[in-house]
């Protein structure tokens, strides 16, 4: 059964790092997403993809934050600058279509020293 | 936005017991997902079910989207079933397609 992969599994940064977290969604999937979930927290949406452009993004989703589809298989989340509190479980998501079932990869724990 | 209300918060069974975990939502969805997350911090898809009722195994989901509440259903728990359960939605009004999750039920099964 198909399935979203994410890399690394744990990414351990220094403050004020760059980091990149990477994605390979589900082949022929045409929509991706980030979320993000604190330590004890509920997942919170940080962005959605479609097309080659950001069809949304939330209020955490500042210009510290980019998204991009290099190629034709992966999906990557760039922190610039990291702080301690991006510290979080790093989900990514894919659809088939905008209202259809979002597949989660396993997450990318970030924790930032 | 909307709200999405999960209860009860925590939850303690005894193995073999059965539970039901409810989800209210403040607004239309056309998408409901109910996901497990396990000890290691993966989100399991359970059930995609912006209506009707589905089964797979022990776990059943009920959705009535016109009261605006979702029901997961766990029989015969098992210790593996121990973690949380989310539930998310999206609205008919989102053009961007997120997912807002609720507060999750903490579940624990005894052995």
């Known amino acids: 059964e198909p399935e979203v992969t994410q890399t690394p599994s744990h990414q351990v940064t220094q403050m004020g790092q760059e980091v990149i977290l990477r994605c390979v969604p589900i082949?022929?999937?045409?929509?991706f997403y980030w979320y993000r979930q604190i330590l004890g927290q509920k997942v919170e949406f940080l962005v959605s993809f479609y097309n080659n452009e950001i069809s949304e993004k939330s209020e955490i989703f500042d210009d510290q934050f980019s998204v991009e589809r290099p190629d034709g298989s992966n999906f990557t989340l760039k922190i610039r600058s990291t702080k301690l509190e991006d510290s979080a479980m790093y989900f990514c998501?894919?659809?088939?279509?905008?209202?259809?079932?979002?597949?989660f990869g396993p997450g990318t724990r970030l924790t930032v020293l | 936005g909307i709200q999405v209300e999960q209860s009860p918060p925590d939850l303690i069974l005894q193995e073999g017991a059965n539970s039901t975990l409810r989800c209210n939502f403040s607004d239309s969805v056309n998408n409901l997902q109910w996901f497990h997350q396990n000890p290691w911090g993966q989100l399991i898809n359970l059930f995609y079910?912006?209506?009707g009722t589905k089964q797979n195994g022990r776990l059943s989901a009920t959705t009535v989207a016109t009261e605006r509440y979702s029901l997961l259903y766990i029989s015969s728990s098992q210790t593996t079933d121990s973690g949380v359960y989310f539930c998310?939605?999206?609205?008919?009004?989102?053009?961007?397609?997120?997912?807002?999750f609720g507060g999750g039920t903490r579940l624990m099964v005894k052995p």
């Open positions: 998501a894919s659809g088939l279509a905008g209202a259809n079932e979002q597949f």
């Open positions: 998310a939605v999206r609205t008919h009004n989102n053009a961007g397609n997120m997912l807002t």
């Open positions: 082949s022929n999937h045409l929509y």
């Open positions: 079910i912006p209506s």
